[in-house]
């Protein structure tokens, strides 16, 4: 069975300042898709940034960037800029790649906060 | 509608009451995922629907939690003789199609009390 493991439950950084979130996961699949997801207080889980675990290249998306280490099983992500509305819930979520939809493995999540 | 709708939004029930939670996923989307997420912790898997049929069920606590999808498209999880251990938010999600690159939108969740 796959696992992800979050081990900061709450992490601060000042606004326009840079933060890393860690997570590492453990599976016996080589093949897999690894993903950052944002939970406001909405409860909405919205998609900050995906990894396919054969693509040697991190992922980026604006401020938004992740560090993507396969054999050591570690996938952090790096939040640049910050501003006031990144402050959310983080999760990282592993997902097999699989032929049809396959449910994802979720972390117990990092809880970030913005500070002026 | 433009996402992924859940209702109701917050539910309180006595212990052994029945719930019903309903979710509607995008028009046409093909998979349909549900996910508890206890209190402080991360979304855990439930169940998943291609269409109508229920593929994987093996995330259910228990024989009180049933989901259905009778016709593909809204989806109802019913829990029978709640306990207090159910509380928590219950998560929908849908995709396009059954493909594992196909990105999951996710509802906004219903908050289960069980008092």
């Known amino acids: 069975a796959q696992t992800v493991t979050q081990s900061q439950p709450e992490m601060s950084v000042q606004e326009a300042e840079t933060v890393t979130l860690s997570c590492t996961y453990d599976?016996?699949?080589?093949?897999?898709?690894l993903f950052w997801y944002k939970q406001p207080p909405s409860r909405q889980m919205i998609l900050v940034i995906r990894?396919?675990?054969?693509?040697?290249q991190n992922a980026t998306e604006n401020r938004f960037s992740v560090n993507f280490q396969k054999a050591a099983k570690s996938f952090s992500l790096k939040i640049s800029d910050s501003q006031l509305g990144d402050a959310a819930m983080y999760f990282c979520?592993?997902?097999?790649?699989?032929?049809?939809?396959?449910?994802?493995?979720f972390g117990t999540g990092t809880r970030l906060q913005v500070t002026l | 509608g433009a996402g992924v709708s859940q209702s109701p939004r917050y539910k309180v029930a006595k212990r052994g009451q029945d719930v019903a939670l309903r979710c509607d996923p995008i028009?046409?989307?093909?998979?349909l995922f549900w996910y508890q997420q206890a209190l402080g912790q991360g979304p855990e898997f439930l169940t998943y629907?291609?269409?109508?049929?229920?593929?994987?069920k093996s995330g259910l606590p228990s024989d009180r939690f049933f989901a259905e999808r009778p016709e593909g498209s809204v989806s109802t999880l019913k829990i029978q003789r709640t306990q207090q251990e159910d509380s928590a938010v219950y998560l929908c999600?849908?995709?396009?199609?059954?493909?594992?690159?196909?990105?999951?939108?996710f509802g906004n969740g219903t908050r289960l009390t069980v008092t």
């Open positions: 990894q396919e675990a054969y693509k040697q």
């Open positions: 028009s046409g989307h093909v998979s």
């Open positions: 979520a592993y997902r097999r790649r699989a032929g049809t939809a396959s449910k994802l493995t």
């Open positions: 629907f291609q269409n109508e049929a229920q593929l994987d």
């Open positions: 999600a849908s995709s396009s199609d059954r493909a594992y690159n196909s990105p999951l939108h």
């Open positions: 599976t016996s699949e080589s093949d897999y898709y």
